[in-house]
């Protein structure tokens, strides 16, 4: 991935590799507060090395591309479902899929609930000045049983119907369940009651129309997933011990930027010290 770091007015600058922001990295043992989003959560579980010199070392990792058209799915099924939600309507998805008793949770936070950059679901960790950080796409809510249900949009272009069990079976969306599992866990610890039953609003493209024609179709599911948030906070633990320490762990051995870079310093960095040592020798023949 080929990442140039641009000024506000998109020219190319140098990059250092470092963030401009002391704010943005935690000092081993700080006091003030300090938020951690349920993105860098994952990147811990992946990899605790990446998590570390990221969080903790202020390095600026090489970004990817906005996903536009997926954000403009999300985008757009927010206003749909606002819609419902400011007019106490069903949204067409819920009578085909069983849950005519289920509404648009309506309540004050949940403009700033969706906000991921600056508000989000939060929750302080035990006594830590941590605070864990999540945007959730939507909640709705059971009116049986009043509990909140938590969903999360997702687009893709995959050929063929979604199996819904495949879709949670794919390793790939593992990382889709540990946001399911780590939104459920902020929005019990804020004191409400989760709907052990959580949604994915699965939108597929459809790959086999006769061509664009200004349009593309989707196909959307509703994927159940039962959340379980047992485990995080013994990771959130391990993670808040980790930023503690001054040792940088263990890379992820799977990791081909990683392997990238090592190669890189050899090709690169090791050549030249080999030609000098050459050069070396001949003056010295
Ligand atoms: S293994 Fe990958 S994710 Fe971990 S530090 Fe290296 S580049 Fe980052």
Partial sequence: MIDLKRNCKKEPVKATGLRSRASSSYTPNQKTDFKISRGRFSNFL?????????????????GTPGWTLNETTDLLLKKEFDHCRENHKAHRLFAPNGLRHVVPF???EIDNWRDSLHHGLKLRHKNTSIILTGGIDDIWQDTNTQQLIIVDYKSQAKNGRVDKQE????????????????????????????HPTSYFLVCNAKRDEDGFYQTMHF??????????S?????????????????????????????????????????????????IQGTLFS
């Fill in 106 to 108: 309506d309540h004050p």
């Fill in 219 to 228: 196909e959307e599911y509703l994927v159940p997933y039962k959340w379980n």
């Fill in 46 to 62: 992946t990899c605790k090395r990446c998590f570390y010199l990221d969080r903790v070392k202020g390095l600026d990792a090489p």
């Fill in 230 to 278: 047992n485990w995080i906070e013994k990771k959130v633990d391990e993670m808040v011990n980790l930023m503690n320490q001054h040792e940088i762990p263990e890379p992820n051995e799977s990791c081909k930027n990683c392997a990238y870079s090592e190669q890189y310093v050899k090709e690169v960095h090791l050549s030249k010290r080999e030609k000098a040592l050459i």
């Fill in 167 to 194: 879709y949670l079976d794919d390793c790939y969306h593992d990382g889709y369940k540990v946001q399911m599992d780590f939104y459920a866990y902020l929005l019990s610890g804020m004191g409400f009651d989760v």
